[in-house]
């Protein structure tokens, strides 16, 4: 089992940055990809970023954060991050970090753990 707690979330203005992180506990050696998603109201949950735990530098993103969301992991304390540089109202979810054993999935049945979320709330 894997717990997975994020952090961060909040009020910001567009063209702003916020960082949230993902801390995860219990069996992590068993994951070897995490991922944000991001559940906005009156749409489904979309992927947003995922990165490989082996090898650590391989990530993916959706087309929509790319070049302004950057992916990050920091193996020893267990933790996800996710950088959001230049934040859109269109920005504005719930965002949700998971883990799984897949490689880099992009859809929700490719992670089997799932954190409370965090919102995360953009003004224009």
């Known amino acids: 089992q894997v717990h997975l707690v994020e952090s961060g979330g909040g009020l910001v203005q567009a063209g702003d940055s916020l960082r949230l992180s993902c801390k995860a506990s219990?069996?992590?050696?068993?994951?070897?990809?995490m991922g944000w998603f991001r559940h906005a109201p009156g749409k489904e949950r979309e992927f947003v970023a995922a990165?490989?735990?082996?090898?650590?530098?391989?990530?993916k993103y959706a087309e929509s954060v790319k070049g302004r969301f950057t992916i990050s992991r920091d193996n020893a304390k267990n933790t996800l991050y996710l950088q959001m540089n230049n934040v859109k109202p269109e920005d504005t979810a719930a965002y949700y970090c998971?883990?799984?054993?897949?490689?880099?999935?992009?859809?929700?049945?490719?992670?089997?753990?799932w954190g409370q979320g965090t919102q995360v709330t953009v003004s224009s």
């Open positions: 990165i490989a735990v082996i090898p650590w530098s391989v990530t």
């Open positions: 219990g069996r992590t050696d068993d994951n070897s990809a």
């Open positions: 998971a883990a799984g054993s897949g490689i880099l999935g992009t859809v929700e049945r490719d992670y089997a753990y």
